[in-house]
């Protein structure tokens, strides 16, 4: 029997580590393909694109892939409800959820255990806006100057139309790529919101994780912001 239980942690462990490698190998190929340079592009449009596609996945998507490595680590530490709950807030799990609310209650019943998690979420969250906000500048940066540069010369004439239309659609497609990071954010924001209940006691107002809300707030306005700087550059 004792045989037994041990080929079947090591069976649950290998199950578990398979979910999540799938998981993060899922998302560095997405990564790879968002990030391919195609010709005549800067390395501030290629981190712009990457930055894009890495806010378009949503907190549950992070989250559950989250619990399927958790489930493994867990399982290397302790005994067989370990493996139990590894596997049942894996992503499969997450996936069954439906939304992020969901999934913190599927998971945890203790509302310290739920603020815990969200706050885990919302700190990875903000390292990622951070970086998308300044892969933004960055390419905010660099494409005002190429336009800048594009209708000197045009004026000059040593510029063509053509030219000056390919830089043209190139900075709508970067303003397009900005648009796409702050709809993710955005969405994000919505799914912290709901979750917002799960975190404070039944009677109080203020929420714990009412500052880092608000911190997301103010990001998505500075991401609005450079959005619209390159807007008006059009």
């Known amino acids: 029997m004792a045989g037994r239980s ?6 649950a462990a290998l199950l578990i580590g398979s979910m999540a490698l799938a998981a993060c190998d899922s998302g560095t190929a997405t990564e790879q393909v968002s990030a391919t340079v195609a010709q005549g592009d800067t390395p501030q ?7 894009a596609k890495a806010m378009q996945r949503t907190i549950l998507e992070g989250a559950a892939a989250g619990g399927a490595a958790g489930g493994l680590a867990g399982l290397t530490l302790g005994g067989s409800d370990d493996i139990g709950i590894g596997i049942s807030i894996g992503a499969g799990a997450g996936a069954a959820a439906g939304t992020y609310v969901a999934f913190v209650q599927r998971k945890f019943t203790r509302r310290a255990r739920r603020l815990k998690q969200v706050q885990t979420d ?5 390292q990622e806006m951070e970086a998308t906000l300044a892969a933004m500048n960055a390419a ?3 494409q005002k100057q190429e336009l800048t540069a594009v209708r000197l010369k045009a004026t000059q004439g040593a510029a063509t139309p053509a030219e000056l239309a390919r830089e043209t659609a190139e900075a709508n497609n970067n303003l397009s790529q900005m648009m796409l990071a702050i709809d993710g954010a955005t969405k994000r924001q919505e799914e912290f919101t709901a979750a ?8 109080d107002e203020v929420a714990p994780i009412d500052p880092q809300l608000q911190a997301m707030a103010n990001s998505i306005a500075e991401m609005k912001a450079v959005a619209n700087d390159l807007a008006g550059s059009l």
């Open 45 to 51: 449009e290629v981190e712009l694109r990457r930055a």
């Open 122 to 126: 919302l700190d990875r969250h903000a």
């Open 6 to 11: 041990h080929f079947s942690r090591i069976t």
């Open 196 to 203: 917002r209940d799960l975190t404070k006691r039944r009677n």
């Open 140 to 142: 905010l940066a660099v």
